[in-house]
């Protein structure tokens, strides 16, 4: 493994609009390349140009908590940051892979999160984070966090194989029980679903009869993508070891798009799976409003909570509004509050998504945004 220190100019990324998966407008990583490997990894994939050889060799950010310190301080900034959350993780590294055991960049981070007052999110695959508790319990009493863990199945044998260098699923699920039992809201993204191996009916209801079990908040899925070029030949030669039987049906799905989607046809399907099994056990396939009503700004919220009801409509194959009404309301440049009596003059919304609207300003939440959330 190589390691190669750098300084950067800038961590915090600030997101152009909310992010309704995280619900987040900033996030920040502090490594790049990941020493879990993954076999299915898009941190791979040509065009996210990690040096060197991913899995092996890892940039860090060594001056990062530096640079954090004056884009976190608001004593510093001209404009405070827009009240959301804060992700730690994402992009194309883990931010408690192995490597954090020696340079705690990431517990140095939740350090000025904790001073700062911000709430976080925090997305792994690893159960290290465990060893933050103490600072996370200090930050979800002044502020609020979520940790997220990403699963591909709660399958240990399979995840061995396509995630040998990561906690195994059974670990991750106690380590999930460990947060709940102290206050700490937690979150699977069950992404990616792996093609034919862990996609069907019982992978994906045992995935979820865990999570429930485990006491998660929601669970959010996701199907895999492969991008031609290093990330499929990578892939597909560890696919043809133990499985090279699936390769065929592979090349019938991924037929070579742009960002490396499977077909419609399969997505449909998977969602069809998803949702079967997600209905039975009663988790909310999206972050709960309930998790980040008293967060955000209020255009943010109505934009996140329409955009969530969107999502889960169009993945039933209902038709939906829902989706031109949070566009409408994210590109509003004042308070929703402001125009609250000319509401339906905005594209998309009509008089059921004004009564929404009007109940999320005056609650926090709408009976109809519950329903199905949690159906
Ligand atoms: S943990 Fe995430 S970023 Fe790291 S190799 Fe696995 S999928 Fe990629």
């Known amino acids: 493994m190589a390691i190669?220190?750098?300084?950067?100019?800038?961590?915090?990324?600030?997101?152009?609009?909310?992010?309704?998966?995280?619900?987040?407008?900033?996030?920040?990583?502090?490594?790049?390349?990941?020493?879990?490997?993954?076999?299915?990894?898009?941190?791979?994939?040509?065009?996210?140009?990690?040096?060197?050889e991913f899995g092996k060799d890892i940039t860090i950010k060594t001056n990062a908590i530096e640079i954090l310190d004056k884009e976190l301080n608001p004593e510093k900034k001209r404009k405070p940051?827009?009240?959301?959350?804060?992700?730690?993780?994402?992009?194309?590294?883990?931010?408690?892979?192995?490597?954090?055991?020696?340079?705690?960049?990431?517990?140095?981070?939740?350090?000025?999160?904790?001073?700062?007052n911000y709430p976080v999110?925090?997305?792994?695959?690893?159960?290290l984070v465990e060893r933050d508790m103490d600072l996370?319990?200090?930050?979800?009493k002044k502020s609020k966090?979520?940790?997220?863990?990403?699963?591909?199945?709660?399958?240990?044998?399979?995840?061995?194989?396509?995630?040998?260098?990561?906690?195994?699923?059974?670990?991750?699920?106690?380590?999930?029980?460990?947060?709940?039992?102290n206050g700490i809201s937690c979150g699977v993204f069950l992404m990616p679903v792996i093609p034919f191996i862990t996609d069907s009916e019982v992978e994906i209801e045992n995935t979820i009869k865990k999570v429930k079990q485990a006491g998660a908040d929601f669970i959010i899925f996701s199907g895999m993508t492969l991008k031609e070029g290093t990330q499929k030949d990578y892939f597909f030669n560890i696919l043809n070891k133990s499985y090279p039987w699936l390769i065929e049906n592979y090349k019938k799905i991924y037929t070579g798009s742009e960002w490396g989607q499977a077909?419609?046809?399969?997505?449909?399907?998977?969602?069809?799976?998803f949702n079967k099994a997600?209905?039975?056990?009663?988790?909310?396939?999206?972050?709960?409003?309930?998790?980040?009503?008293?967060?955000?700004?209020?255009?943010?919220?109505?934009?996140?909570?329409l955009e969530q009801i969107d999502y889960i409509q169009k993945s039933k194959g209902e038709p939906s509004p829902y989706g031109f009404a949070a566009y409408s309301i994210n590109q509003l440049k004042e308070p929703v509050s402001n125009i609250k009596n000319?509401?339906?003059?905005?594209?998309?919304?009509g008089k059921f998504i004004e009564k929404i609207i009007l109940e999320i300003l005056e609650t926090g939440t709408s009976k109809y945004y519950e329903k199905i959330i949690n159906s």
Request: charged share 20%; aromatic share 12%.
């Open 263 to 273: 077909s419609a046809t399969y997505y449909q399907n998977l969602t069809t799976v």
């Open 145 to 181: 966090v979520i940790v997220n863990f990403s699963f591909s199945s709660a399958n240990d044998e399979i995840s061995s194989y396509f995630e040998p260098l990561v906690p195994l699923p059974s670990e991750r699920l106690e380590t999930i029980s460990k947060f709940k039992s």
């Open 136 to 140: 996370l319990i200090e930050i979800n």
């Open 342 to 349: 000319n509401l339906q003059q905005l594209k998309g919304v």
């Open 81 to 116: 940051l827009t009240p959301s959350f804060i992700l730690l993780g994402g992009g194309v590294s883990d931010s408690y892979q192995p490597v954090e055991k020696k340079y705690e960049i990431s517990r140095r981070a939740l350090e000025l999160i904790l001073k700062y």
């Open 278 to 305: 997600i209905s039975k056990y009663k988790l909310p396939q999206r972050i709960p409003a309930n998790l980040f009503n008293k967060i955000l700004y209020e255009n943010d919220l109505i934009t996140v909570m």
């Open 121 to 127: 999110q925090i997305l792994t695959k690893s159960t």
């Open 4 to 52: 190669t220190e750098i300084n950067a100019k800038s961590v915090l990324s600030k997101h152009k609009r909310i992010d309704s998966w995280f619900v987040a407008r900033y996030s920040m990583n502090f490594y790049r390349g990941c020493m879990h490997n993954c076999a299915y990894c898009d941190g791979r994939a040509d065009g996210y140009y990690v040096k060197g």
